[in-house]
């Protein structure tokens, strides 16, 4: 064959799909792609604002977080969370998609707070500070000495214990309770 019989053979060979069909089955792929994206880094990462001014000087209201998705057993004393505090004990908030629905969705009331109790510790409150198992905290991230004192608690097995860096501002563990450990917890990674 010469080859000018094959360059002619070549040019009409016919593409299987038309140009239209591939632009459109490129287009379902990126969409595909995407979704799958936005998909795996909500279920692991999420972002939320904060709401109030529970976390000050650390956070101001309207302060943008970036969190990991975490269970209790992940977090640590000192870990800023995001967690959703009414969630049924039945109905735990499992990952980061299902909180991003609850917070951006939903409007649902999502709280940002400091870990500072696990299952087991004793937490006393008094001359304005935290005593955790007989031991003072005294961190720098507070915004003033706490004016509540006298109480003391127990954090049942299954539950934290979390507070905002605003002591004498704060709608945290003191007021609504320990936490229970099944809940969505978010741990904050950035915070702007």
Known sequence: MS???AVVQEMNLKPIISRKTYSLLNIISCVLAFISVFCICFGIFGMAEVPSLSMYPTLEIGSKLLYISASADDLDYDDIVVFF?????DKPVENGLESFYLGNVKKEVIYVKRLIGLPGDVLEMKDGYVYRNGEKLDPEYVAEPMR???KTYTVPEGYIFCMGDN?????DSRYIGAIPCNNFFGKVLFYT
């Open 3 to 5: 080859e000018t019989g």
């Open 85 to 89: 505090p009414e969630i049924e004990l």
């Open 148 to 150: 509540t004192d006298g």
């Open 167 to 171: 002591r004498n501002n704060s709608l």
